[in-house]
Nanobody, 121 residues
Framework: EVQLVESGGGLVQPGGSLRLSCAAS????????MSWVRQAPGKGLEWVSD????????SYADSVKGRFTISRDSAKNTMYLQMNSLKPEDTAVYYC??????????????WGKGTLVTVSS
């Protein structure tokens, strides 16, 4: 059974940093690309970032480019999202997602339950 479990969310002040983690199990982690997707209160889903199966190719939404960094550790079956210079508009539930193939552009076939990030003073 595929499981994706996010952690690391919380309350942070504007300008602060957080690192989210996504622990994956139930599939061969190193064979699949992964994504972070977020949903702000009262809004729809917003794609944040993708990383390919090998970790060498990444992509970011313009809204987070230069502030967020996606990475993965296949030895730990874990994906990360380092978030710096956080803004109130980054407040959202952040979801980890598994893609259907090894490269960017595949559709999502599994979702985690999400972790809440609140950016507020």
């Amino acid at each position: 059974e595929v499981q994706l479990v996010e952690s690391g969310g919380g309350l942070v002040q504007p300008g602060g940093s957080l690192r989210l983690s996504c622990a994956a199990s139930g599939f061969t982690f190193s064979n699949y690309a992964m994504s972070w997707v977020r949903q702000a209160p009262g809004k729809g889903l917003e794609w944040v970032s993708d990383i390919d199966s090998g970790g060498g190719i990444t992509s970011y939404a313009d809204s987070v480019k230069g502030r967020f960094t996606i990475s993965r550790d296949s030895a730990k079956n874990t994906m990360y999202l380092q978030m710096n210079s956080l803004k109130p508009e980054d407040t959202a539930v952040y979801y980890c997602a598994k893609l259907l193939g090894p490269t960017l552009g595949y559709i999502v076939d599994y979702w985690g339950k999400g972790t809440l990030v609140t950016v507020s003073s």
